[in-house]
């Protein structure tokens, strides 16, 4: 067999594999990275380093400088002032969980900001006596939002940021995910503050008591821990925006993961802790399998397949439209992370085609992962949303059509062309 055919064979396994609840995704990302080398797809020596590379190094310290935030109580401090200033009400606290989940993400994990959060909104939501399900979809939307916001904002950034660098291209700065990110999330935000109230269901959930106590521990005053870990978040993004040839985005994250611990913000077993293993190893493994698609040929083979259903005077802007959709398509029913890293190579290879930069077929697979937010399955903070706000699969879908697919496909139809190509 060919390697075209070999990698069509991988590549298949590893979507199905995607597609199964019962197959963990990093064992999944591990079991492509394995084949790419086992067929000699890819240099069996240097498969791995895929897992060590400088995306890899950038995530893992912005995880510990968050893990830091976190056991400073900066992170419960800043969520609880984020959630405060907004005013009672329902719609104001509807507000509150969108703009405090859409800030927390953009610096920690999504995971870590709904841990972070829900308690907090549990303890307001008994105390103003609001339901649960007028408040967690928001919380989620919120989240989701701040993924797109910086480059450490989300896997499936640093995952594209990555596969575009093995591809010979720059990865993304800091911010550039912005560009896309944030006009989605005020779009959508506008959505969520005026329509709200008529796409949340009215059923009366009541809050988890039990996690409503733990925002009783959540520091009030601002401590000398805190300061501390402010001042790195702070000081790491700054070096981050600047993005200087002797001061790369990963080393500043490895300077503030190494300033955290040393300033005792957290110690060596916390900082383990910290680190999404899962994250860094989808990541690691998805950039492996997109380097084998690329060098097998199959990346070409596709690309030429979808110029041929298209036609070869399509207009760049349609194929990115393409690449979009496919991968909001996709990424309801896997992991997202795995949806734009499938996707992004096939992306470049359009590009190659048309004989353009791939940054806009790249930002659109990035982009079209996050409506993860139509079935139950798209993301696994979705499951926990569910579960917050005792939705139904038939809300779900309702609240992802009216506040993330329609406004954010119009705004990537307009955005993404007029940044990227």
Not at 3 to 23: C, E, G, Q, R
Not at 328 to 348: D, E, H, R, V, W
Not at 361 to 385: D, K, Q
């Amino acid at each position: 067999m060919t390697p075209t055919v070999i990698a069509t064979i991988i590549l298949i396994a590893t979507v199905i594999m995607f597609f199964s609840p019962k197959i963990p995704t990093t064992a999944t990302a591990l079991v492509g990275t394995i084949a790419m080398a086992a067929f000699g797809i890819l240099p069996a020596k240097s498969v791995f380093n895929y897992y060590s590379s400088t995306t890899c190094v950038l995530m893992i310290g912005m995880m510990i400088i968050g893990g830091g935030m976190m056991e400073t109580g900066f992170a419960g401090w800043l969520g609880n002032k984020l959630v405060g200033m907004t005013g009672k009400g329902e719609k104001n606290l509807r507000l509150a969980a969108v703009l405090s989940g859409w800030f927390m993400s953009s610096v920690a994990s999504g995971s870590a900001s709904m841990m972070i959060l829900y308690p907090i909104l549990c303890s307001i939501c008994i105390a103003s006596q609001v339901s649960m399900s007028r408040i967690m979809f928001p919380m989620f939307a919120g989240i989701g939002f701040g993924s797109l916001m910086t480059v450490a904002g989300s896997g499936m950034c640093g995952a594209t940021s990555a596969i575009l660098q093995e591809a010979g291209f720059r990865g993304w700065s800091f911010f550039e995910p912005a560009w896309i990110g944030f006009p989605m999330a005020l779009a959508s935000t506008l959505v969520i503050y005026f329509f709200g109230d008529k796409l949340l269901p009215k059923t009366m959930v009541l809050p988890d008591a039990a996690e409503a106590e733990k925002a009783k521990n959540i520091p009030t005053k601002f401590t000398g821990r805190m300061t501390v870990s402010a001042v790195i978040l702070v000081m790491t993004i700054i070096g981050m925006v600047i993005n200087a040839d002797i001061l790369p985005m990963y080393l500043c994250a490895a300077i503030g993961a190494v300033a955290s611990v040393l300033t005792g913000c957290l110690n060596q077993k916390q900082m383990f802790r910290s680190i999404s293993w899962n994250t860094i190893f989808m990541i690691g493994g998805m950039t492996a399998v997109a380097k084998g698609v690329e060098a097998s040929g199959l990346g070409a083979v596709i690309a030429d397949g979808i110029m041929t259903l298209v036609g070869n005077n399509a207009s760049p802007v349609l194929l990115v439209g393409i690449v979009y959709l496919v991968t909001g398509l996709i990424t309801q029913f896997m992991s997202n992370n795995a949806a734009a890293s499938i996707m992004a190579p096939i992306g470049i290879a359009l590009a190659a085609n048309l004989g353009v930069e791939p940054y806009a077929f790249v930002m659109a697979a990035l982009g079209g992962s996050l409506i993860a937010m139509l079935t139950p399955i798209a993301t696994p903070i979705m499951a926990f949303a569910m579960e917050g706000g005792r939705y139904t699969p038939k809300e779900v879908f309702k609240w992802g059509l009216c506040t993330a697919l329609i406004p954010n496909v119009i705004i990537a139809f307009v955005v993404i062309p007029l940044i990227w190509l």
